[in-house]
């Protein structure tokens, strides 16, 4: 007789897939008011498994769809097939994880909202009762520290609607948020001059590291401003005015900007001659018969360019 591989994996899931089964399942382990909350009518199996491919040979698993309350929802059931201390410690880890995996393919498929997600786990180790705690806080060194900062809602820092006078007072940091607030400005440059004249700009610089100088040179440049040959001379002009002792830097870092700038200016120019050609081998091959497909595989063009330069019937 062969021995059966995998027996646990196969039951869990041969048992679990007969609907009255799974029917019955949660009517004995859900809390009767969650389970009145489910639309029974709409319980289907889904074919698709979220566990980890380093846990799967750890832990197998079963997901039904369900409306809960009214709402889109999953009810995932995880078998853990043995006992090993390493997987089941942090299970309840391992299900968060889970739970976000299957709220973000959720997500993907087209829905504007998060599902409702039920996770289940089902224990038949070596070791009884199951060792480890429920609640994932426990897996934290410090658990009330963690109840009270972690799962709530995130901090937001909106520079759009925070006042600038507000942001004036963040210290070194100050110079990062108010760039970032006024980067879509209309006259970036005026904005520039307005922190050199408040003093952010040079508070800032003294207090930060040659990088981050460089950093915000290299941001500054990345406004459409700065993409402008005279604007961005303008902008750079001032900035060497207003950091007197960065000046050689600043020149230095502007020059790097305009040979790039040529440089790019030259690839886009050699790109688009190439372009043309092929455009002019492909009319040729066209005119001359060959096959679109056999047009396209020479020349390497898309096929809106190739039925630009086609024969007009």
């Known amino acids: 007789m062969s021995i059966i591989s995998h027996p646990h994996d196969k039951f869990f899931k041969g048992s679990l897939k007969e609907k009255q089964i799974a029917l019955d399942f949660l009517k004995a382990h859900l809390p009767a008011n969650i389970y009145q909350q489910l639309d029974l ?29 009214g709402k889109a929802g999953y009810i995932p059931i995880l078998l853990l097939l043995e006992h ?31 599902p409702l997600v039920l996770p289940i786990c089902l224990y038949h180790g070596a070791v009884s009762p199951y060792p ?25 820092i909106d520079l759009t609607t925070l006042p600038v006078d507000t942001l004036k007072q963040h210290g070194v940091a100050a110079l990062m948020e108010l760039l970032f607030k006024h980067y879509r400005a209309r006259d970036f440059i005026e904005t520039i001059r307005q922190l050199a004249d408040q003093g952010t700009l040079k508070m800032a610089i003294s207090h930060t590291t040659e990088s981050y100088f460089f950093a915000m040179l290299e941001y500054i440049g990345s406004h459409e401003q700065g993409q402008q040959p005279q604007k961005a001379e303008d902008l750079f002009k001032l900035l ?12 230095t870092f502007n020059e790097q900007l305009r040979q790039e700038g040529r440089q790019e200016g030259r690839q886009e120019g050699r790109q688009e001659g190439e372009r043309q050609k092929a455009l002019a081998i492909a009319k040729k091959m066209l005119a001359e018969g060959s096959e679109f497909a056999f ?15 086609a024969p007009q019937h």
Request: proline share 1%; glycine share 2%; hydrophobic share 40%.
């Open 295 to 309: 047009v396209k595989k020479v020349t390497g063009l898309f096929d809106d360019d190739i039925k630009k330069v």
């Open 41 to 69: 009518s709409t319980l289907r199996a889904i074919d698709k498994s979220y566990v980890n491919a380093e846990l799967r040979e750890a832990h197998s698993d079963m997901v039904y769809a369900c409306q809960i309350n």
């Open 84 to 114: 090993q201390s390493t997987a089941s410690k942090h299970m309840a880890f391992r299900l968060l994880q889970y739970t976000l995996n299957l709220m973000d393919d959720h997500l993907k498929a087209g829905h504007d909202s998060l």
């Open 240 to 251: 060497s005015t207003v950091l007197p002792e960065k000046r050689e830097s600043i020149m």
């Open 132 to 156: 480890y705690s429920t609640d994932i806080f426990e897996d934290f060194d410090d658990v009330e520290m963690a109840r009270a900062l972690v799962f709530k809602q995130f901090k937001l």
